[in-house]
């Protein structure tokens, strides 16, 4: 048995930083979340004045949570074919 050993380390250098992106991603999602938060917070009875950034924050989070998921659903779909 020969084990390429160039092949097994590209595929280890390109999972370990797919990883690190994938969990760097879904940290700035958690983060927008939290900004959120404290908008909502701030904005506690001034009515609409907060709700613009709240929802941009949303909108931030919402894609990185989504391009997170994107990225799994490939992943397996890449395993099971």
């Known amino acids: 048995m020969n084990i390429k050993w160039n092949a097994l380390a590209q595929t ?14 879904f940290a700035l999602g958690i983060v927008a979340l939290s900004r959120r938060e404290a ?14 950034r709240a929802n941009a924050a949303l909108a931030g989070a919402t894609v990185c949570f989504a391009a997170c ?3 799994v659903v490939y992943g397996l779909s890449l395993i099971a074919a």
């Open 12 to 25: 280890a250098g390109i999972s370990f930083g797919i990883t690190v992106a994938v969990v760097t991603v």
């Open 39 to 52: 908008v909502l917070e701030a904005a506690d009875g001034s009515g609409a004045a907060g709700t613009g």
């Open 69 to 71: 998921a994107a990225v």
